[in-house]
């Protein structure tokens, strides 16, 4: 159980106030699975306030159902993994988590019919495009978060991340790679559903053709390919098209990482940093920040501000607070 505890002085935000959000109606996306090579659909379905992102996972046996949480969780080296991965599991979510989070969706329930998620083409691009076509539907809960209240840090060798205090949602993510076309990469800004789209969204994942090939070998990334990757041989990019920016490699890193934050259950008002981060150390933060409940608080808008604000504005339009919420998300 974490503290909740009274909270006052909420400096303003500037944020858009918002009740909690799902989907207007149903979406299917289809595509192959990046690992399999095989067919791979999902179906995106609108769901009631306070039931976050739950996917069903169609098995031998029926549907297994699994709450995108960061406690479900359970392997991060190629991409991140929900739930058991010999038998339910669900693999590359962290590019639908990116879309959810990034365009301000709070509750969906996703019905995919195999173990992968379809790569599109590699970044979250596709999945937005089925937001914007359906478009969002505001429910009538409050939308809740977690507010960061003291930095919690994780270190592994030369690789670090951190989440601090700070009055919104802020990303500030640093790559290095011994690689000519890449080297050192940094791009920080505040996550809002237009930069998002604009400047996120479209960025694809990546890797040299060296690896691929050893991936083969082992029976991974069996789809990939130039149309949902960007390879690297060498200091060339083998893409006819180049790349969609010069930095579209920690664009990408900084899109995989607000999907796999995201796996908090609830917005982080926070800022988020890291340094040669992945998969990997964006869930070893996640447990770390929850292994410290005075780290945090849940916090949501506060009734009496948004009911001030339409009366004066016209329409509810700006945060002025926040206050601590009656209850807490799922999170632990």
């Known amino acids: 159980m974490y503290q909740e505890r009274n909270y006052k002085g909420w400096k303003h935000m500037g944020m858009r106030v918002e009740r909690q959000t799902t989907l207007a109606d149903s979406v299917t996306l289809n595509g192959i699975g990046v690992h399999s090579g095989g067919p791979a659909s999902i179906t995106l379905h609108p769901a009631d306030a306070n039931s976050g992102i739950v996917f069903h996972r169609s098995t031998k046996t029926g549907y297994v159902e699994t709450k995108a949480n960061w406690q479900q969780v359970s392997a991060t080296s190629l991409c991140t993994v929900l739930g058991d991965p010999h038998e339910s599991g669900i693999s590359t979510v962290e590019h639908l988590m990116a879309a959810l989070r990034g365009m301000g969706v709070d509750n969906v329930t996703a019905y995919i019919d195999g173990p992968e998620m379809p790569i599109m083409d590699g970044s979250s691009e596709a ?7 359906v478009g969002l539907k505001s429910l009538g809960a409050k939308r809740r978060y977690i507010r960061i209240k003291e930095k919690v840090r994780y270190v592994s060798g030369d690789q670090w991340c951190e989440l601090n205090p700070f009055d919104g949602t802020r990303f500030d993510i640093t790559i290095d790679f011994d690689h000519a076309k890449i080297g050192r990469q940094q791009l920080s800004f505040d996550l809002t559903p237009d930069y998002f789209r604009e400047n996120i969204s479209r960025a694809r994942t990546f890797g040299s053709v ?13 789809g990939s390919s130039l149309e949902n990757s960007i390879a690297l041989d060498g200091e060339r990019v083998l893409n006819p098209e180049g790349t969609r920016w010069s930095d579209e490699f920690v664009r990408h890193k900084s899109l995989d990482a607000i999907g796999d934050l995201s796996l908090a259950g609830l917005p982080i008002l926070g800022e988020y940093r890291s340094y040669k981060g992945g998969h990997r150390m964006n869930h070893c933060i996640l447990v770390e920040l929850f292994k410290r409940p005075e780290a945090f608080e849940i916090v949501e808008a506060d009734a009496a501000l948004e009911e001030r604000h339409s009366r004066e504005k016209g329409h509810a339009e700006l945060i002025g607070g926040l206050q601590v919420a009656a209850f807490g998300p799922d999170v632990s």
Do not use: S
């Open 127 to 133: 999945f937005v495009e089925a937001i914007d076509r």
């Open 210 to 222: 060296q690896d691929v090939e050893k991936l083969w070998k082992l029976g991974f990334a069996m």
